[in-house]
């Protein structure tokens, strides 16, 4: 598939993708032991309306439709600063997950910013996240910083 494209969402689009990001944000945290599911999601809800106190139109932040030549196939959220960018969220719907897309909108996404001056892009993956991870690796990212975690028996 050629022709991917990004365009912005609309408020409707926001709307959908701030409480699917939201939701799975917390469901993230949870997996991977850094919160408790009891109150996860209001403080996934929380973070985002620190992070976005103007919604969809907060300095730098900005929201993407994905589309392909099916239609539209995902989401993604980026933020720019200067000749840094942080990618905070990038999702494909699951029916075009494993077709090559996720790699064909990272390639896009390099170009776009790449002419905007962009020289950087950052971004978090959770550790349990292993296709997301294995598609930053296959497209040149670096793994920083590692954080690791055991939960300790306490009935030894």
Known sequence: ???????????AEFDSFKESTMKS???????????DETGAESRATA?????LPD?????????????????DIGTLWIFTNGETAFLFDIMLDE????????????????????DEGIREIELHVFGHNTPARALYLKTGY?????????KIDLKQ
């Open 25 to 35: 944000f917390a469901a993230g945290n949870v997996t991977a032991g850094n919160w």
């Open 55 to 71: 919604g969809a139109t907060t300095a730098g932040h900005r929201f993407y439709t994905i589309s392909g030549e099916p239609g």
């Open 47 to 51: 973070m985002l309306e620190q992070l």
């Open 142 to 150: 670096l793994e920083t910083d590692i954080t690791m975690k055991k």
């Open 95 to 114: 029916k075009f997950r494993g077709m090559g897309l996720g790699h064909q909108t990272m390639g896009f996404l390099e170009k776009k910013l790449a």
């Open 1 to 11: 598939m050629n022709g991917i494209t990004l365009r912005r969402m609309s408020d």
